[in-house]
């Protein structure tokens, strides 16, 4: 072809760089919040005495960070470099690449400021307040805008494998962070969520399950396909099966979200429809696995000596062993093990520190040379992180696969008397200190090898010449296009529009019939005539519940299962949670179940529990919370959180909230003479009140048939 014909254009390096750098940096703070965390749960002095450090205010920031600031930069550096070269174009918009850029390092601030002071929502990777969810939708829409914009002036002709992926994690995160995101706010930093109990726990981990997949997954799909084959300088194995894992992958991961609520109040069918096609899940994420690996085929002897790919094989190999582990724990014989111990947190980490991290890691190695115009400063010291790294994985897995094995085995165990062999959930907690220990260990030497990394990306800069804009050169895009005979899916993907359309469809198709029925039909959550909304003093507690993060420990959802109805009382029903906004099911257990707690112990063994927990229940490794017994709990906003529950359908009697304030000065009244006459005195507007409160009130809506065992 004659020179005369190609256009010349530029690439934008310095968003890349950015990006790359942002990814380098929050993954630090990140990793260094997870292993404080970790070191929380063996050692409770690590809570550093404060509100703002307890594990239930930086479990969040730690998922937060990793997820949002360390894998969500990583992605935005991945895709603003591979597709303007996949496309033969600059980004469309270079305003809207930056105004993605700081608005979301904008959001991750926000997170690391809320999070600690309590500002949360508490839902599982949502648990940022309204205004910052507004913004959120803003940066995305802008960052997809900017993807759609340069599509439109692409001078390639056909859309890449890597783009497909790009533009279904856009839609389906826009979906998915808009209805999760319905609430209607109290004041600034405060809301209620617009659904309640049964119905936002199926839209939660709707929302939850396909945020890993949509978030954490599919655009990383995109860039396997684009970084490998550049890396290995092989094509990609099969078109036709990237096709095939496409389509079914984004179908079939839709459907598969109730498998996190399995043998909960949630309808029957509904934890059926999650299962079955959480089952099918296995079959497109192995295809995608096995395309990746294959693509390799001739390249054995490169990937023994280039650290790039060692990072790259085992990021595949480790998303290959998550996607097939998480289908089997959607069995429900397997679900009945597994769930509510260190397993999922095992399995979770599978996926996050092997496929997430190590294949940004193997990115960052290949792109950074390029984008500097020099090579790699150390491949010894890259083999070195990829080693450290390798095991630190291995350190941080395994002991939790012995540990939520022990959890199960201990829990579930009657003896010769036919009653619980271990009734104290603390007894299997003394059990498992040594497994913490190790998964820090392991964290540790994960966080190691990215400061080697990073130090090794420094030099690499500094030995280098950063090239801010790369030259490329290719035809316009002809107008006129007619081929004959052409292959149907070849034919879509030069349509990007029809192609997002049916992408959204495909996507739209399985969280529609789940959750419409869950939300209109009335008999999916049977109604109690007992149950009543929350007093306004309980209601702060719960609040205040909420604001500590209490449910990243204990669960308030009792399953069917002998072994849980003796420990914590009758089981949990769906009419118990119709005022429960948000719901608080919770994901793990590191402490009992809570949602029969109410009524079990008096008004003072909460306030010396909370105070010093090792008191109440000797070896406990509860963080202590002191200062509730001298904070003063702001209620300037309870007439407005009555109000606001009024307007989301909470029967409190008209005009309530003028009373509102009334009422929770009478109920603490009660709750400071319980204390009192067990001679403990505090003030009526403290936080441990409201919290005694909430706790006394938790599961007694309903009649209990009395347990023999010692909770």
Avoid at 35 to 56: D, S
Avoid at 264 to 284: C, K, R, Y
Avoid at 373 to 386: D, E, P, Q, R, V
Avoid at 494 to 518: M, N, Q, Y
Wanted: some cysteine.
């Amino acid at each position: 072809m004659n020179d005369a014909t190609l256009e010349r254009f530029h690439y934008d390096n310095k968003i890349v760089k950015y990006f790359g750098a942002a990814t380098i940096i929050w993954g630090l703070v990140g990793m260094l919040v997870g292993l404080l965390a970790a070191t929380q749960l063996f050692l409770p002095e690590a809570n550093l005495g404060n509100p703002y450090t307890t594990f239930g205010r930086i479990r969040p920031l730690h998922t937060n960070a990793v997820i949002f600031a360390f894998v969500g930069n990583a992605i935005f550096a991945g895709v603003y470099y591979s597709m303007p070269r996949l496309l033969k174009t600059p980004m469309w918009n270079k305003s809207l690449s930056w105004f993605h850029f700081w608005g979301w390092q904008f959001i991750i601030l926000l997170a690391a400021i809320t999070l600690p002071l309590g500002i949360t929502t508490s839902k599982e990777y949502a648990e940022l307040e309204w205004p910052i969810d507004i913004l959120i939708a803003l940066v995305w829409v802008a960052f997809g805008a900017n993807m759609i914009g340069t599509l439109i002036k692409r001078r390639e002709r056909h859309m890449y494998v890597a783009i497909w992926f790009y533009l279904a994690s856009f839609v389906t995160v826009a979906v998915l962070h808009i209805f999760n995101s319905f609430e209607l706010p109290v004041s600034f930093l405060k809301s209620y969520s617009a659904y309640a109990g049964v119905q936002d726990a199926l839209v939660q981990w709707w929302y939850g399950h396909n945020a890993v997949a949509f978030f954490l997954t599919t655009p990383f799909l995109g860039m396997m396909y684009y970084f490998l084959p550049k890396a290995a300088n092989r094509p990609v194995y099969s078109y036709k099966l990237s096709i095939v894992h496409f389509w079914s992958l984004i179908f079939i991961y839709m459907w598969a979200g109730p498998h996190h609520l399995l043998y909960t109040a949630l309808p029957e069918w509904a934890q059926v429809l999650g299962t079955v096609f959480s089952v099918m899940l296995v079959a497109p994420s192995w295809g995608g696995m096995v395309n990746g690996l294959l693509t390799l085929r001739g390249a054995w002897d490169k990937v023994r000596s280039e650290p790039v790919l060692k990072f790259m094989v085992v990021a595949v190999t480790a998303y290959g062993m998550a996607t097939f582990e998480g289908p089997m724990l959607s069995l429900k014989n397997v679900n009945a093990i597994a769930h509510y111990t260190d397993w999922i947190v095992g399995h979770v980490h599978i996926g996050g520190l092997g496929w997430n991290g190590f294949f940004t890691f193997g990115m960052l190695y290949w792109m950074w040379p390029r984008l500097f115009k020099t090579s790699i400063y150390s491949t010894k010291l890259a083999n070195t992180h990829f080693w450290l790294g390798t095991l630190g994985i291995i350190f941080y897995a395994l002991p939790l696969y012995v540990s939520g094995l022990t959890q199960f085995l201990m829990l579930k165990e009657f003896n010769e008397a036919g009653r619980l062999a271990y009734p104290n959930f603390l007894e299997t907690v003394i059990q498992i200190v040594p497994m913490y220990v190790l998964r820090a260990l392991g964290g540790l030497l994960y966080l190691v090898g990215a400061v080697i990394m990073i130090y090794n990306m420094w030099m690499t800069a500094k030995q280098g010449t950063f090239q801010e804009t790369e030259e490329d050169q290719a035809p316009a895009l002809a107008k006129t296009y007619n081929p004959s005979g052409e292959f149907w899916h070849r034919a879509w993907e030069r349509k990007p529009v029809f192609f997002t359309i049916l992408a959204t469809l495909a996507i739209a198709i399985g969280g529609a019939i789940e959750i419409i029925p869950t939300l209109l039909i009335k008999s999916n959550v049977p109604t109690i005539s007992s149950v009543k909304p929350y007093t306004p003093l309980e209601l702060e507690g719960r609040d205040l519940y909420i604001a500590n993060g209490c449910v990243g420990c204990h669960s308030q959802m009792i399953r069917p299962f002998r072994s849980e109805t003796e420990r914590y009382g009758e089981y949990s029903k769906a009419g118990e949670f119709v005022y429960d906004r948000p719901f608080l099911w919770g994901s793990k257990r590191t402490g009992p179940d809570l949602h029969r707690i109410g009524g079990k112990y008096p008004d003072s063994w909460h306030y010396h529990h909370m105070v010093d927990p090792a008191s109440m229940s000797p070896g406990s490794l509860m963080p202590s919370y002191p200062w509730m017994t001298t904070n003063e709990l702001d209620i300037s906003d309870l007439p407005a959180k009555i109000r606001t529950l009024q307007k989301l359908g909470v029967p409190y009697p008209e005009g309530f909230d003028q009373q509102a304030t009334a009422d929770y000065e009478k109920q603490a009244a009660k709750v400071v003479a319980n204390l009192k006459d067990a001679g403990v005195e505090v003030a009526a507007n403290t936080e441990i009140v409201a919290m005694i409160a909430y706790l006394q009130r938790m599961g007694t809506d309903i009649k209990q048939q009395p347990t023999a065992s010692n909770k």
